[in-house]
């Protein structure tokens, strides 16, 4: 069974839409860099 590798996302401004895109994705396991 291979494992997939997954990288951190890095959301640049936290408006909004940046502030619901990092918690979603964060919500489905992957690391978010909120700046």
């Known amino acids: 069974m291979s494992r997939k590798q997954h ?4 959301v640049l401004g936290a408006g909004s839409w940046g502030t619901a ?3 979603l994705t964060a919500r ?3 690391s978010v860099l909120l700046w």
């Not at 990288?7 to 890095?10: E, F, H, V, W």
């Open 21 to 23: 895109l990092a918690m």
């Open 7 to 10: 990288q951190a996302l890095a």
């Open 28 to 30: 489905i396991g992957r």
